[in-house]
């Protein structure tokens, strides 16, 4: 099954060049440490999900591009077009001139009601051209004004065209120290629209990915693009070819409805989060060494103690006690800062993967009781390794991971909200303060069903 | 998307005739090939001159002759003439200019009422000439002084007839605000009757005074001749020459100041023009800058006035660009932002730096910095990757901040006192339109401005308490 992406504005489309980049150069790479039936297999399954095959010499990404301004989009083609391993179809991409201001009201209310024929379009062929359509994974930003309002507007189209496919939201959340000045109020407006249309948000937020470029990657000068690639590249770690069942002959070919069917147990719980280990310059690579109980056991507790990468890990934070009606996170007397999950699940790339004892993964404690332990947890493996590191792990979190940002973007955009500083230019476009409360009222459901999991 | 410039009156157009030469030297430093782009075209036009005179316009391929997207309007020849016969010539024809003989003396209401009835068709029939050329216009960009009559009266004129014809294309205003010695009696009038149509029809607005622009180039002066700077400046990264551009031969008296205009506005929109990782768009500026309509005054200032003509640029450095865009006097205005309170804060830097540098600088400076409750994370940041001509890198910083009470606020008291004592009013009120409800109704304008930004400064300081959130019923 094939997944179609829609990329959407600057950031949305930067993204979505790294991510086809890291695919194919982890395809393309002779790192894979694995027979050749094997690559050969992994190699098919990749082609399969991400690329069709057409009158061109090299594969072409299954891709919409779409932006409300067109300097982005003429950069993007024309250096995926000089990798010369992949490239986009030339015609599958939607521009406009004047952008949209960073004002959500702009990209939901005038660009999506009016593009929204031609961007279909583009998506239906798209859509056409897979053998069979496994979903849409859609990439955008919350901050600005294309990738958060005319993405959250497409995702609704998405779902009234497609009413049983599965769409997965990419969702970028901004620096806490602006990038944009109403980028809470964008955050805001789009979380609760996608809610509603979408069946899962999968979260890369820029201050932890900007602090694995810093302490993890040794990056001085750190740049979007640097970002990108490591957003890219933990993307691509869950998103590369998987066997999904314990002794599975054929890599799994539903990987959106697998992901949707292990982690989205129920519509309220859409928040995934993402952790991928090990992360370090390539150059350290030849001379690391890793092994599968030492990652298991930094991935798990990261998980528990809502750790965002692999250094700095708080290893006092436990499990609460089995049989403990209160969840410790509501202890008075010590905070754990426990993370409690709904589901999980983890990826493991490499070799040896095969008697991977992931015991402490499936410890019930982890999870809120509604869930079957055994459901609640999923283990996606294969042997061939991914992009240069000899071993590699993932883990795709629905639990509490997402609770803290959400609460902060609530809160400061709230507080704007009380003054009503820029209101005006959204009401400019149609968007009213009644919207803005339908959409703090949403979230604070979200914030609040997360916290007393 | 395209921005069009409208140079009124003497100062504008004097500033606008520096701004359209820089702008040919900056595309032709970046554009090698001699190749019509989009980048290009934000400014000007590609003729196809071949067949003599005034051909089509050419979308693409290689540059025939360029043409500036502009409207010159002068109620006196003088500016506007020497603009013609200078080497600016063939940038310009002349179905975009309106010009008169005998000026506005100096009278707010002769360049707005008179002149504004008499030429409006005029005005509009080449504006609507000039926006169908443009494939999206995004923004009008005005220039032009207060003080004067033909800037600030039909200057203003204009900004209202940009909001009748095309009420979604965004109003930015560059507006030279008189200094108190100014030699017109009457600026105070005409500054504060221009000042109501700048409050309820610009979306932007850039205040420059004279005496920041003087002080700055002075400062140049004064590096270069004492030989602080050690190692040659590269003569055309000073903010305020025109050294390598393609056109002009000789400089003129004002040209250094209006350098620095030009220079600011060529920033400004360089991002909507030039790729980067992270792009700011002129409406985007206006988003993110005006949290209340009529809060629309922004304190720029731009950074590094010139370069050293050594190529290593280590970190420290950089880090001084941003201490710099935030020190009293590379302000426009005579204004000191980090003393008063903060709405907003955009900075667009351009050239090699990454989005790391910026925040690194963004923490360092914060802390001495106040912002309006509200807002206390308010920064719009943009990274273009094509830096200044002469630069590595530069950073162009707006501030929407109540420094600009204290020009206000003197503006208004040098309105008061010729108003009390009615002095030159007659001038005035003679002009048909004109009644002395235009006066009153203006500076209770500029005091209600006034009185939002107390308001505000009010709060500065204060205790905060975040307003309680929504409650759920579980």
Same mark, same amino acid.
């Given at each position: ?227 990108? =690639? $490591?957003?890219?590249? !933990? #993307? +691509? %770690? ?10 599975? @002959? &054929? ?64 290893? =006092? $934070?436990?499990?609460? !006690? #089995? +049989? %403990? ?10 905070? @754990? &800062? ?85 209101? &005006? ?29 | ?474």
């Amino acid at each position: 099954m094939s997944i179609v992406t829609v990329q959407l504005g600057q950031c949305g489309n930067q993204i979505g060049h790294e991510v086809f980049n890291a695919i194919c150069s982890d395809v393309h790479g002779t790192h894979g440490l694995c027979s050749k039936k094997e690559n050969e297999s992994y190699h098919d399954a990749c082609k399969e999900r991400f690329f069709s095959e057409e009158e061109s010499e090299v594969p072409v990404a299954r891709a919409v591009l779409v932006d409300m301004e067109p300097k982005v989009i003429s950069q993007t083609l024309s250096i995926a077009a000089r990798s010369g391993y992949w490239k986009y179809n030339d015609r599958s991409h939607f521009c406009q001139k004047q952008g949209s201001g960073n004002n959500w009201a702009n990209g939901y209310s005038v660009h999506g009601p009016r593009h929204k024929e031609v961007i279909m379009n583009l998506v239906q062929k798209e859509a056409e051209k897979c053998d069979r359509l496994g979903g849409f994974f859609t990439i955008m930003s919350m901050a600005g004004g294309t990738g958060s309002g005319l993405g959250a507007f497409v995702t609704k189209c998405l779902r009234d065209a497609f009413p049983t496919s599965f769409i997965l939201n990419h969702v970028i959340w901004p620096y806490g120290t602006g990038e944009v000045i109403v980028q809470n109020y964008n955050s805001v407006l789009t979380l609760s629209h996608l809610y509603q249309s979408s069946d899962a948000l999968l979260v890369h937020e820029n201050d932890v990915i900007h602090k694995i470029c810093a302490q993890l990657m040794k990056i001085k000068q750190i740049s979007f693009r640097d970002v990108n =690639q $490591v957003i890219a590249h !933990q #993307l +691509g %770690s869950v998103f590369q070819p998987t066997y999904t069942a314990e002794g599975g @002959l &054929h890599y799994s070919r539903n990987p959106l409805g697998d992901l949707m069917e292990t982690l989205v147990p129920h519509p309220e719980f859409k928040m995934l989060g993402l952790r991928n280990i090990p992360q370090m310059p390539e150059n350290s690579l030849p001379y690391s060494t890793f092994s599968w109980p030492g990652l298991i056991k930094h991935l798990r507790q990261m998980l528990i103690a809502n750790a965002k990468m692999e250094e700095g890990i708080d290893w =006092q $934070v436990r499990p609460p !006690q #089995l +049989g %403990s009606s209160i969840p410790s996170s509501h202890s008075t007397n010590k905070p @754990l &800062h426990f993370n409690t999950s709904i589901a999980n699940l983890v990826i493991l790339r490499g070799k040896d993967m095969h008697n991977v004892d992931l015991g402490s993964f499936r410890d019930p404690s982890l999870y809120t009781s509604w869930l079957n332990p055994q459901d609640a947890f999923n283990a996606w493996k294969t042997p061939r390794a991914f992009n240069k590191y000899e071993k590699s792990a993932s883990l795709v979190s629905n639990s509490q991971f997402l609770l803290k940002p959400l609460d902060n973007v609530v809160g400061k955009a709230w507080n704007m909200f009380a003054s009503k500083a820029y209101i &005006h230019q959204y009401t400019k476009f149609g968007i009213e303060e009644e919207d803005f409360l339908d959409s703090f009222t949403a979230l604070e459901q979200v914030i609040s069903s997360y916290t007393i999991l | 998307p395209v921005s069009l410039p409208f140079a009124v009156g003497q100062c504008g157009n004097q500033v606008g005739c520096r701004f359209w030469d820089l702008a040919l030297r900056e595309h032709a430093a970046v554009n090698k090939k001699g190749i019509y782009d989009e980048s290009l075209s934000s400014f000007f036009r590609n003729i196809d001159t071949r067949s003599g005179g005034d051909g089509p316009d050419i979308y693409k391929g290689k540059i025939c002759s360029l043409k500036a997207r502009a409207l010159l309007i002068d109620m006196e020849e003088g500016v506007v003439n020497e603009i013609l016969q200078g080497p600016l010539r063939d940038v310009f024809d002349s179905k975009q200019l309106i010009t008169d003989v005998s000026g506005s003396g100096n009278n707010w209401a002769v360049g707005h009422k008179l002149y504004g009835y008499q030429y409006r068709e005029n005005i509009v029939e080449k504006l609507r000439k000039t926006a169908e050329h443009c494939d999206c216009l995004q923004c009008f960009f005005i220039i032009h002084s207060m003080g004067g009559g033909t800037g600030s009266g039909l200057g203003t004129f204009v900004l209202n007839l940009l909001e009748d014809e095309f009420p979604e294309v965004y109003r930015f205003v560059t507006s030279v605000y008189p200094s108190g010695e100014d030699d017109v009696i009457t600026s105070p009038y005409n500054s504060v009757l221009a000042m109501k149509e700048l409050n309820e029809h610009a979306d932007c607005v850039l205040p420059i005074e004279n005496e920041s622009l003087f002080d700055i180039v002075n400062k140049i002066h004064q590096m270069i001749d004492s030989g602080k700077l050690g190692s040659t400046v590269k003569q055309n990264s000073l903010v305020t020459s025109s050294a390598g551009s393609t056109k002009t031969v000789q400089e003129k008296p004002f040209d250094a100041m209006n350098n620095i205009v030009a220079n600011l506005l060529l920033n400004l929109t360089s991002s909507a023009r030039f790729e980067g990782s992270l792009n700011m768009d002129l409406n985007e500026i206006s988003m993110n800058l005006v949290p209340f309509p009529r809060l629309h005054y922004l304190v720029s200032s731009l950074t590094p006035l010139y370069t050293l003509a050594d190529v290593n640029v280590p970190s420290r450095r950089l880090d001084q660009m941003f201490s710099d865009a935030f020190s009293r006097d590379h302000q426009l205005i005579q204004a000191d932002p980090k003393h008063s309170l903060y709405l907003a804060c955009a900075l667009l830097v351009r050239g090699n730096v990454q989005v790391s540098d910026l925040r690194r600088n963004i923490e360092r400076l914060k802390p001495s910095l106040h912002f309006v409750s509200w807002n206390q994370e308010g920064w719009k940041t943009g990274l273009c990757s094509v830096p200044p001509v002469g630069h590595s890198h530069s950073l162009l910083a707006l501030a929407n901040n109540t420094c600009v009470k204290p020009t206000f606020i003197e503006l208004k008291d040098r309105f008061m006192k010729l108003y009390k004592k009615k002095a030159h009013l007659h001038h005035y009120l003679h002009i048909d339109g004109m009644e002395q409800s235009c006066f009153s109704e203006a500076i209770s304008s500029l005091s209600d401005l006034i009185e939002e930004y107390n308001e505000l400064d009010a709060t500065k300081g204060g205790p905060r308490t975040d307003p309680s959130r929504l409650k759920i019923a579980v």
